[in-house]
């Protein structure tokens, strides 16, 4: 995602596990996630994060010395690790030799390590064990009572201080730049990372696993024309795609004989100094001695989720497990969207008392893999206390996690505020929210995961040209006079002029006691029209209690198949703000809202039309200090300055623009355009329309675009409404309704109709097109398809006992159920149980207008796309 708006593109989106990205697309993603937020030569990041016992250190170098990994330089020859070049030409002769040495210093930091001088039939004299596999117990008190022989004095390598007695980490690593580490998504991007570390109790016919993988590392090539640290980046946005209960991650850059550190965490990431792994073998033990020993919580697990396995009955099992301790099986290496997780967080109103909730499906996982950003995922939820009962007397929640900027209010503090969380008219109930706490310390990034470490100097430009002087130019890797050795012993950054500072996110969990169908998901006009009306009526029911929006999209409004007043609620609170308290964030590098829908008002900060001074008055209809936007103008004594405010109008603005493109890029309920201009003309300037108006980036253009059609009605008209697919050709007098009620409004800045201009004009929607669906045999068969979907969720979930919960069994899905679900997001009765409403939410079906391009080219059958335009914030 951008980190400022969110585009309506297929290349800004975040290439849900369901999207065959390319790693040009990934390539992108990560420069706009990371920029102004990579630094480098952090002072003491490896001292400050991989802390060892210097003791502990030199005992594993010993170890290392005695088995002849490491040699010590004698005579001409320097101190260098065996086999390992000290003066490579290429990157090829590296990866062998370095897996190797990697592996050598993991045997040499267990705690059974045996010396390879001890005799075959000796056994070793270490008193230290294994242990349990991941038990973190206090150090073992195991030497102490050691039986040693008094024949044979102890052989100091074998630690008979214990001090590697605490059992570590089980990892293993392997080469892995030829192949691509394993996925059960079968459109995940097939990413070959040259070295990885993943758990030993993962591998499975010597196959590695993406869900598993523990930390990878990028050899540097000399023809590569951006920096290594680029591909590391990308395998850590891969990893975080699978690795729900990852919260950062770190990453090695290995160039020529030279490593860096790379902490990469929601607020963006810091490098190590680079050090020369020949030179400084003791750096390089304490980083892979850190892998081994440090916590899993230091190395970026999350300790509040542990994942459920399957049985060969398709049975969830109990106890859950963490899943780096679970070995990838047929049963276990389901889809991302299947996998159940045990997650715990605070109970309501209290500080100590901890609930448990089961996901047990999710909606939404497509913003996993964000590096720099919120992340959110959310799940269907049970909660754990209330699975003995049978599955219909579960209350149903949506479970909802993400990185909130620190310096914002949360969304469950604003439901909070609204209603005491327990919604209202139109708007979505929260059951509980919450920061997530482990060991009793708030879970955020500057302080708890970064322990306070500095940044040092400026954001780096991390696509800065690594051969500059070659810069566009073919080259041959093997071409060694092309690529000077020299320019390849260490990625090389440019600052950016940007004083930026890393911002402070805080890992928040909100659950919500509502759900309900996406709004692309309706069956009928009757049933958008009403869903839209309620939820324009919960925005207003927001604003009434001090609440702006400030981010409406299709994928925020969900249809409940209640009756009125919440046939539609509005969700997702993230954006929002107290509008009559409400001050800018300083240095706040990005607007709020989906760039598709916005206002050319809120883009551009400049009013439609310069307001006179006659109307003045007018505007004091409106909240106090809510005028609408309007700048300065030194050239005319008839207009007023006064700064720019997101107002109300401006989120009914985004209602109507949201209208327009389900009117233009949906074929009609359950599915998006598939019927196209024959004449390549008119699909070319078809085309043109969508992409000026959706999927346009840059801001000052599609700001400008919007503008001229709202100075113009005709061409309006013309242009937009004459786009309407045949469906939509019965919401084309609701649309010119709105557009004629809204520039009015702009005109003379008066809203104070503005609301019930829009209620007015959904109520006639609906009163008059209630039959639509029976006027056309395409119409009818459209909806039996929406129809066919929310009765296939309609499932009886099944739990005999309290140690087990069933997964899907009675509904067998074909397809592909492994895309972004957030379509899905199911939100809309308080304290709702699956009995509340008409069935489950079901699996999505339809695209999303993240992604049109994709849609036009294609023009193929129903695909699974993401709904829910979030920005990575």
């Not at 008094?150 to 080469?175: C, E, N």
């Not at 958008?528 to 009526?537: N, S, T, V, W």
């Not at 900060?605 to 106090?624: H, L, N, V």
């Not at 969508?690 to 100075?711: C, H, N, T």
């Amino acid at each position: 995602m951008a980190d400022k708006l969110t585009p309506v593109k297929l290349h800004s989106h975040l290439f849900s596990s369901h999207v065959d990205a390319t790693v040009k697309d990934i390539d992108d993603a990560v420069k706009i996630e990371m920029q102004s937020a990579a630094f480098i030569d952090t002072p003491n990041l490896i001292d400050d994060m991989f802390g060892f016992q210097t003791g502990a250190l030199e005992l594993i170098l010993e170890r290392l010395v005695a088995q002849g990994s490491y040699v010590y330089k004698s005579g001409v020859n320097p101190s260098h690790w065996r086999d390992l070049p000290l003066d490579p030409q290429t990157e090829g002769v590296l990866y062998t030799p370095l897996t190797q040495i990697l592996n050598d210093i993991t045997a040499a930091c267990r705690p059974d390590w045996r010396n390879p001088t001890t005799l075959p039939n000796e056994p070793p004299t270490s008193a230290a064990s294994a242990g349990p596999l991941f038990s973190h117990l206090h150090p073992s008190t195991a030497s102490s009572s050691a039986v040693l022989s008094t024949a044979t004095a102890p052989d100091p390598l074998s630690d008979p201080r214990g001090l590697l007695s605490t059992p570590p980490l089980d990892i293993v690593w392997s080469d892995e730049h030829s192949k691509s580490p394993k996925s059960p998504d079968p459109f995940i991007s097939l990413m070959r990372p040259d070295i990885v570390a993943s758990f030993r109790a993962s591998q499975v016919d010597a196959a590695v696993w993406w869900r598993t993988v523990h930390i990878p590392l990028e050899v540097k090539r000399p023809s590569d024309a951006h920096a290594a640290a680029v591909q590391l980046l990308r395998y850590v946005r891969q990893a975080l795609h699978v690795q729900h209960d990852r919260r950062f991650m770190y990453g090695l850059v290995f160039a020529r004989r030279s490593l860096a550190l790379w902490h990469v965490d929601r607020s963006g990431a810091l490098a190590s100094e680079v050090f020369d792994v020949h030179e400084n073998p003791m750096k390089f033990i304490q980083i892979i001695a850190g892998l081994m020993y440090m916590d899993p919580v230091q190395l970026g697990w999350d300790p509040t989720m542990k994942m459920y396995v399957k049985d060969k009955c398709g049975n969830f099992l109990e106890p859950p497990r963490f899943s780096y301790e679970i070995t990838p099986t047929k049963e276990n290496t389901i889809k991302q969207y299947e996998t159940a997780w045990l997650v715990s967080m605070n109970k309501p109103g209290t500080k100590h008392e901890i609930e448990e909730f089961v996901l047990w499906r999710a909606l939404s996982l497509g913003r996993s893999e964000v590096i720099k950003g919120r992340a959110t995922r959310v799940w269907c939820a049970w909660l754990k206390s209330e699975m003995h009962l049978p599955p219909l007397d579960r209350h149903l929640y949506v479970f909802k996690d993400m990185w909130q900027d620190a310096e914002r209010p949360t969304e469950g503090s604003l439901y909070l505020k609204a209603n005491k969380g327990k919604g209202g008219p139109g708007v979505a109930a929260m059951h509980s929210y919450g920061f997530v706490l482990i060991n009793g310390q708030q879970d955020d990034t500057l302080v708890f995961i970064r322990r306070s470490v500095r940044h040092k100097g400026n954001p780096i430009m991390l696509l800065t040209p690594q051969n500059p002087d070659r810069a566009g130019a073919r080259r041959d890797p093997n071409d060694m006079k092309e690529f000077p050795v020299t320019g390849w012993d260490k990625d090389r950054f440019k600052e950016t002029l940007s004083a930026s500072v890393p911002r402070n996110r805080v890992h928040s969990r909100t659950v919500m006691s509502s759900f309900g169908w996406p709004l692309l998901k309706f069956r009928d006009l009757a049933e958008l029209g009403g869903a839209l009306h309620d939820a324009i009526a919960g925005h207003k029911w927001l604003y009434d209690q001090g609440i702006l929006h400030r981010d409406i999209s299709p994928g925020n409004v969900l249809i409940t198949g209640r009756g009125a007043p919440n046939r539609g609620i509005l969700i997702d609170l993230d954006n929002a703000c107290e509008y009559k308290s409400h001050v800018s964030i300083p240095d706040d590098p990005r607007s709020v809202g989906t760039l598709a829908f916005m206002s050319s008002e809120v883009i551009s900060k400049r009013p439609y039309f310069m307001i006179p001074q006659q109307s003045a008055s007018r505007s004091s209809q409106m909240p106090s200090s809510e005028q609408v936007g309007s700048t300065p103008s030194s050239s005319s004594s008839h207009t007023q300055a006064a700064p720019f405010r997101h107002h109300f109008c401006h989120d009914l603005e985004s209602f109507f623009w949201a209208l327009c493109w389900m009117g233009i890029c949906r074929q009609g309920p359950g599915q998006y355009r598939i019927i196209w201009p024959e004449d390549p003309h008119a699909r070319e300037v078809l085309d043109s329309l969508i992409s000026d108006l959706f999927e346009e980036e840059a801001l000052s253009k599609i700001a400008a675009q919007k503008r001229v059609y709202m100075l113009d009605p005709g061409y309006f008209r013309d242009s937009v409404l004459s786009a309407f697919t045949p469906y939509f050709e019965a919401l084309r007098d609701t649309v010119d309704s709105l557009y004629e009620s809204m520039r009015a409004a702009y005109q003379a800045q008066d809203f104070t109709t503005l609301y019930a201009s829009f209620l007015g004009a959904l109520d006639k929607l609906v009163e008059e097109h209630a039959d639509w669906n029976n006027t056309n045999d395409a119409f009818r068969l459209m909806a039996q398809g929406v129809d066919d979907k929310r009765k296939e969720a309609q499932v009886r979930w099944d739990s005999p006992h309290k140690s087990r919960f069933h997964a899907l069994t009675e509904h067998k899905r074909e397809r592909d159920e492994s895309g972004d679900g957030s379509e899905t997001l199911a939100e809309g009765e308080e304290g709702g149980s699956p009995k509340a409403i008409a069935g489950l939410p079901p699996h999505p079906s339809s695209p999303t207008p993240t992604q049109p391009n994709k849609r036009r080219i294609t023009a193929i059958g129903e695909s699974e796309e993401d709904v829910e335009m979030d920005h990575s914030d």
